[in-house]
């Protein structure tokens, strides 16, 4: 038998084999419509540009991986022969510590701090303008294909927000600022409040990561004491992404009350202002705790004998030995993993899974007769797809998508290997949308749109944000910049060499404060310390105080941000210039379209002016008739 458009989408598109196949798109505009059509056209467009970020992110990686024997700053700390014994990570129970055992952690931070990582921040930053701008193509070529170019949005559709009564009461009288003015202020303050709830969360795990590690490093057991880093990281970044989870759920929920409490007056109106709150909220909850790795986490935490301690107790966190950007990579990597591992596909194909169970056990508890009725009459298919869960709109699979263009465009910089995890998601991501919308969801009422609306927008301006960011995490967060000042204004050979020396700064451990030196020391008699920062030494006159080399360092990181937003400005804006918004095919059909309107347009007047013509000579003709019919009656009459 002929198949129908069902059976074909679901054999050449919703099955997880066809996973190298092309989406057939026109299929899918003429069963679902335009609106789900332009969805699955982005998807594709996007996935198709993550493979090339993917090859030049783990070409990175790899040059990274190769270069880790030979990195000198990273050699220097893993060398125990230079023996540079660090100040106490806290106060009175930990001890003295050498350089060396942090070697682990420097070696794989070159993994993505090295000098392949400058470059692939720039590439990403023009990807995302080429990815914009190839999205542009293509949506037009739709535009004109699906022969989108001349509709308007319905605005004839009423919000699901608003109920009878309260437009009844509009169509009599037309609501006024003071009407909405409650609304917005509820609308605020609760945005506000939910930010407020972020916050405190991402305080929570800090007070929880140093309370832990101060309790760990208490512990007599010395292998819990050497452990203390690594299990207080993960199980932190684990406890970051349930509570990310968590209220991802909930600022959904919270978002769609919101905007009903606006009581916009259109689908449109109603989707777009959805969408902006759900965005701002989970914007702020999936990246607070990355920006605070990124930007706070070591920032003040002070310096020894003069440290910043949270409720007079405990010390305010500090990265570790190999800098904040394999911090940043790990809490990045298990976050972006985790979310489209647990909420993206866990929940996208179990909730369906567990709903449908409880509607197959519902329907177990029916009487006998109605199991006896469909037995003698087996249930039509409308019956059945009528069963299934209804559609909930495009926002989730459009956000979820959103969210990981930010993890993979915001802070690519310090995990290079981000666009080929999204890659591999997404290559699963198309074909689980595509099972959902065939055999999982009613079909929608198909809608007609002429672009993806809102979402543009969200994309131009995180791939402009993206570019500030990964200035901020190159300059600030990674050590390029000082290694650069350090090798063309301090190192003596030109050369990396000494890099780790000039990095580490003096401390007297007589100027400890009481009760927060040591109590008892493995490595015997210690009378100064070393930690990171560009310090004067104790005997200095101004002691302790920023040294010369630490305003260089600033003054070297602020001119990058400047000429690494700049450049990739104008790199992103040649790009947009020289890639053509119409494609050339579409401007030549165009043309051709135009050339025929103009021949029928001619044609037509052309016959216009004929029939005009004919109708004048007709005319002339009879007055003639008449004229020598006139005279021929005054002859005779004569």
Not at 15 to 29: E, N, V
Not at 88 to 105: E, I, M, N, V
Not at 176 to 194: A, E, H, Q
Not at 266 to 281: D, G, H, S, V
Request: charge should be negative; proline fraction near 5%.
């Amino acid at each position: 038998e002929e198949r129908n458009d069902r059976q074909l989408l679901h054999e050449e598109w919703a099955r997880y084999s066809a996973f190298y196949k092309y989406q057939p798109i026109d299929l899918i505009r003429k069963y679902f419509g335009e609106k789900i059509g332009l969805y699955f056209a982005w998807l594709g467009v996007y996935t198709q540009l993550l493979v090339p970020a993917s090859i030049v992110g783990i070409i990175v990686f790899g040059y990274g991986v190769a270069t880790v024997d030979t990195d000198v700053p990273s050699l220097e700390m893993c060398d125990e022969r230079l023996n540079f014994t660090m100040c106490p990570l806290c106060d009175g129970a930990c001890d003295f510590w050498q350089l060396s055992t942090a070697c682990g952690t420097a070696r794989a931070s070159h993994l993505f701090d090295n000098p392949a990582t400058v470059f692939f921040a720039i590439f990403m930053s023009l990807w995302a303008a080429m990815f914009l701008e190839h999205w542009k193509r293509r949506q037009i070529s739709l535009s004109f294909s699906w022969d989108l170019t001349g509709i308007e949005e319905d605005e004839a559709q009423v919000s699901p927000g608003a109920d009878d009564v309260v437009f009844s009461q509009v169509a009599k009288e037309k609501l006024t600022w003071k009407d909405r003015l409650p609304g917005y202020c509820i609308n605020v303050s609760s945005i506000l409040f939910m930010f407020g709830l972020t916050f405190s969360a991402v305080f929570g795990v800090i007070i929880y990561r140093i309370t832990v590690s101060a309790l760990m490093a208490m512990s007599p057991d010395p292998e819990t004491k050497s452990n203390v880093r690594v299990t207080v990281t993960a199980t932190a970044v684990i406890i970051n992404l349930v509570v990310i989870l968590i209220l991802d759920e909930i600022y959904g929920a919270v978002a769609v009350w919101l905007t009903e409490l606006e009581i916009p007056k259109t689908e449109t109106t109603f989707e777009e202002r959805l969408i902006l709150k759900a965005f701002l909220l989970k914007f702020m909850n999936a990246y607070a705790p990355i920006f605070y790795v990124a930007f706070f986490k070591g920032r003040f935490a002070g310096r020894p004998g003069n440290y910043v301690y949270v409720f007079n107790d405990y010390r305010m966190e500090e990265c570790a030995p190999g800098g904040c950007l394999i911090e940043l990579c790990i809490q990045l990597s298990i976050i972006m993993l985790g979310k489209q591992l647990i909420q993206n596909n866990i929940f996208e194909i179990g909730i369906p899974k567990l709903k449908k169970l409880l509607r197959v056990l519902k329907e177990k508890g029916e009487a006998e007769e109605q199991r006896e009725e469909q037995r003698s009459r087996p249930p039509q298919q409308w019956n059945l797809d009528y069963a299934l869960a209804p559609f909930e709109g495009l926002t989730p699979e459009y956000m979820e998508m959103i969210i990981q263009f930010g993890f993979v465009s915001l802070f690519v910089a310090s995990f290079p290997l981000a666009p080929a995890f999204a890659l591999l998601n997404n290559v699963i991501e198309i074909r689980l949308d595509a099972k959902k919308f065939v055999t999982e969801l009613r079909r929608p009422v198909a809608i007609r749109a002429k672009d993806i609306g809102i979402w543009y927008n969200i994309l131009s301006g995180m791939g402009k944000f993206s570019v500030i960011i990964n200035a901020f995490v190159i300059s600030f967060t990674s050590d390029f910049i000082p290694r650069l000042v350090y090798q063309y204004m301090y190192s003596p050979s030109g050369t990396m060499h000494g890099f780790i020396d000039h990095t580490l700064s003096y401390f007297n451990v007589s100027n400890f404060k009481p009760g927060t030196s040591p109590h008892s020391s493995l490595l015997g008699d210690i009378t100064v310390c070393r930690y990171k920062d560009y310090r004067e030494p104790p005997w200095s006159p101004e002691a302790y105080q920023f040294s010369k080399q630490y305003w260089c360092v600033l003054a070297a990181r602020l001119a990058f941000v400047i000429l690494f937003q700049n450049l990739v400005l104008f790199l992103s804006l040649l790009v947009a210039w020289v890639i053509p918004d119409v494609p050339k095919t579409v401007v030549e059909q165009l043309k051709r379209e135009k050339t025929l309107l103009v021949d029928v347009f001619l044609r037509e007047e052309k016959e216009k002016f004929q029939l005009i013509q004919s109708l004048f000579v007709k005319d002339a003709s009879l007055s003639s008739e008449r004229h020598g019919a006139t005279l021929s009656c005054k002859y005779e009459l004569t």
